[in-house]
């Protein structure tokens, strides 16, 4: 299993992952695909993102990728916290292909994305996930993610907020 970085490489294994997705937004949302959008121009506004166009906080995407050349997650990496990502989006999203969960991959993945984190010297990660992701919230408490108090959207959503303390 390694992570490796969206290229060209990947645009038939990307399409074919996207369309087994469960919903109707890839998570994390930077792997979404439009039909009307070419993969090559997909990976350059991927990379303008990643710089922090629109005045997004950095960040960084990899896939997760089997033993056969599958990918089986995907993983966004924020350099840092905004408002926004302090509340609800926390410093990782990640999520992994419906045929290939319950098989341990998305804690992998997350302690994988932890020692990117590490590299980028934040030693508090914030990963939250709603309320009712029992899944996401055992992936987080497995990886040392410490509660803490919940942020209710306008909307009513619950998001739960996890601190993952890297010494
Ligand atoms: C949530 C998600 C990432 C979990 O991925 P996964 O690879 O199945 O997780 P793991 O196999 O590493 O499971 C870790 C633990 O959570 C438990 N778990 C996973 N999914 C679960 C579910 N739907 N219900 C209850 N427990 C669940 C596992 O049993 C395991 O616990 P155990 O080791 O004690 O048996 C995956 O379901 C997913 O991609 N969901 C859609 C996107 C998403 O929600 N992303 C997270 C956003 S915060």
């Given at each position: ?39 090559e ?33 995907m ?21 992994i ?37 029992v ?33």
């Amino acid at each position: 299993m390694r992570l490796e970085r969206p290229s060209l490489k990947w645009k038939t294994e990307h399409i074919t992952y996207m369309n087994e997705w469960d919903d109707d937004r890839m998570t994390p949302s930077s792997f979404h695909l439009q039909a009307d959008i070419p993969y090559e121009v997909y990976l350059e506004e991927m990379a303008a993102k990643e710089a922090g166009l629109d005045n997004r906080m950095l960040n960084t995407n990899y896939f997760l990728i089997d033993d056969n050349e599958r990918i089986v997650g995907m993983v966004n990496i924020r350099h840092g916290l905004n408002d926004s990502l302090r509340q609800i989006g926390g410093h990782i999203g990640y999520g992994i292909r419906p045929a290939e969960r319950r098989k341990g991959y998305a804690t992998y993945l997350l302690s994988e994305a932890l020692k990117k984190t590490d590299l980028l010297g934040i030693r508090s990660v914030l990963v939250t996930c709603n309320a009712d992701n029992v899944g996401s919230a055992a992936v987080i408490i497995k990886n040392g993610g410490v509660e803490d108090e919940s942020f209710t959207e306008p909307h009513g959503n619950v998001v739960r907020r996890f601190w993952i303390e890297r010494g």
